[in-house]
């Protein structure tokens, strides 16, 4: 065995990220223990009957050149078809020549496609698009009265902003205006969250769409019809509209990244949960973990400790524990869960304008904000990667709904579920009345790290961990923060250089995703 070694807990995109950096860059052996049977986390591919689910959408795309060359060491990017002009993907400090280098995703597997970005609302039965673009096309579909309200309480929020701007609706209010706010963030923002924004600490918004406004969505619509290019890196994430995806969704990603730590030597163990952890003198000094199945147990005494666990389930799991007024704080933390309902159907019944007539809208994801559904979001496979159904003559959806683990929503079975979201898609005029073929379901505890309830309290949970000198928290749940891929696998290169250089600074971690300049809007 390696003198030196680091147990990594999880193998989602931060917690295969450490391994893969500590296996290829360092002489830390890594070991990677994963709670579940599947490899990525929520960036995991899920294939149901051939037909493949990305749980939530995961574009590949990142403001980090380091995060983008890291992907494309690991899937490069395809060749365009003969006859295809060419593309040059124009990204901050280098360009991506995708003309005809790279694998042709038709015979090769081991690819990076690269798509076109098109997602919109779902509202009053029409689409808009999203982001909100103030041209003439929605600002016809949302009327004239709305239109001028829409503008005069903008003008407002930026002559009387809502001081001090501690709650998410006074951030919406402040940089789109409170009209804006309550037709197209209020419902869907608390659809999501389950409670109302003025709950919702102001720091999500911060996190999630900082830098994108009114403003700038008008500047973005300008810059178009002059010509400017729309992937720079003046440009909010939320308006990119290329994106790379790996032929087979996300999971083949972290599929491949988990085959290379193991050929350089790491370990990667699935099935195993972490269910203790010993400290002394401010150092984790033993790991514990018992098998799902089987229900062994195995020990470990790690030189360091990288979690991606949940902050709660961690703070739980030391031994000795921590103060009590301290996990007081740990044990109330919230998250919101996720459910996904696959639907196999024949058919959409909407479509878009083409050259040559109606075709088949090209949608990656669509935000439904009708409130007389529970539906949040809806997933076109297809559109993702045509490699994703097994059946290009079939649509293959992922309609997503947010829950609380315990809920009545949550406490319905897969069959209600099921039926559920084909009753939905009917009501609102998506699909027709017998059009799914096959349908599955699929839980995801733990998506969302809450910026509520104890949130407010989280400092003192943060500088507890932080006081141990080998415990590394990364990725979305290991630090409780809302991070997008690109940010979990940031933070956990940032441990990997700390822990290669012999230092340690937390602070730079957690400073990732809080400068714009990492930000990525969903």
């Given at each position: 065995m390696p003198s030196r070694q680091a147990l990594i807990i999880g193998a989602g995109p931060a917690g295969l990220t450490a391994a893969h950096e500590l296996a290829t860059r360092t002489d830390v052996a890594p070991v990677v223990l994963e709670q579940t049977d599947a490899l990525g986390g929520i960036s995991r591919t899920v294939n149901h009957h051939g037909n493949r689910?990305?749980?939530?959408?995961?574009?590949?795309?990142?403001?980090?050149?380091?995060?983008?060359?890291?992907?494309?060491?690991?899937?490069?990017?395809q060749a365009?078809?003969?006859g295809t002009t060419p593309i040059t993907y124009h990204h901050r400090t280098r360009e991506l020549d995708v003309a005809g280098d790279g694998p042709d995703p038709a015979t090769t597997d081991a690819v990076m496609l690269l798509r076109e970005r098109q997602s919109?609302?779902?509202?009053?039965?029409?689409?808009f698009p999203y982001p909100i673009k103030l041209d003439p096309d929605t600002l016809?579909?949302?009327?004239?009265?709305?239109?001028?309200?829409?503008?005069?309480s903008y003008l407002r929020s930026v002559l009387f902003p809502i001081r001090p701007e501690t709650h998410l609706e006074a951030f919406f209010i402040n940089r789109f205006g409170r009209e804006l706010y309550q037709t197209f963030f209020k419902a869907y923002t608390e659809k999501v969250w389950g409670r109302a924004c003025k709950d919702i600490s102001a720091e999500w918004g911060a996190q999630r769409i900082k830098g994108l406004s009114v403003t700038k969505a008008i500047a973005h619509f300008l810059g178009k019809l002059l010509g400017r290019s729309a992937a720079g890196k003046a440009v909010e994430t939320s308006l990119i509209e290329q994106f790379l995806y790996p032929k087979h969704g996300p999971g083949q990603m972290w599929e491949e990244t988990a085959r290379r730590v193991q050929a350089a030597g790491g370990e990667v163990h699935t099935g195993w949960q972490v269910v203790r952890l010993t400290h002394a003198e401010g150092r984790i000094t033993g790991v514990t973990?018992?098998?799902?199945?089987?229900?062994?147990t195995r020990g470990w005494s790690p030189e360091h400790?990288?979690?991606?666990?949940?902050?709660?389930?961690?703070?739980?799991?030391?031994?000795?524990?921590?103060?009590?007024?301290v996990k007081a704080v740990s044990d109330a933390l919230e998250y919101r869960d996720f459910l996904t309902v696959g639907l196999l159907v024949d058919r959409l019944r909407v479509t878009e304008p083409g050259p040559d007539g109606p075709r088949p809208i090209r949608d990656n994801w669509i935000y439904i904000q009708e409130p007389d559904v529970q539906l949040g979001r809806l997933q076109i496979f297809n559109n993702w990667s045509p490699w994703m159904v097994a059946d290009p003559a079939t649509v293959w959806l992922g309609l997503e709904y947010f829950a609380n683990e315990g809920d009545a929503l949550w406490a319905l079975d897969d069959a209600a579920l099921k039926a559920l979201g084909e009753q939905e898609l009917v009501k609102i005029g998506l699909i027709a009345p017998g059009s799914v073929r096959d349908a599955c379901v699929i839980r995801q505890p733990k998506a969302y790290p809450g910026y509520f309830g104890a949130y407010d309290r989280f400092g003192e949970v943060r500088a507890y961990l932080d006081g141990f000198a080998n415990?590394?928290?990364?990725?979305?749940?290991?630090?409780?923060?809302?991070?997008?891929?690109?940010?979990?696998?940031?933070?956990?290169?940032?441990?990997?250089?700390?822990?290669?250089?012999?230092?340690?600074?937390?602070?730079?971690?957690?400073g990732i995703n809080t400068e714009e300049e990492y930000h990525e809007e969903k």
């Open positions: 689910i990305d749980i939530g959408g995961h574009r590949f795309f990142s403001k980090s050149d380091r995060v983008m060359a890291w992907w494309l060491d690991k899937l490069p990017v365009l078809p003969p919109r609302i779902y509202f009053l039965r029409r689409f016809g579909k949302l009327g004239p009265v709305r239109t001028v309200r829409i503008g005069l973990a018992r098998h799902g199945q089987t229900g062994e400790v990288v979690s991606t666990m949940p902050v709660r389930e961690l703070m739980q799991a030391l031994d000795p524990p921590p103060p009590p007024e415990l590394w928290l990364v990725g979305r749940n290991g630090m409780h923060r809302y991070n997008n891929q690109d940010h979990s696998m940031l933070t956990a290169m940032t441990a990997v250089d700390q822990i290669a250089a012999g230092v340690r600074d937390p602070e730079a971690i957690w």
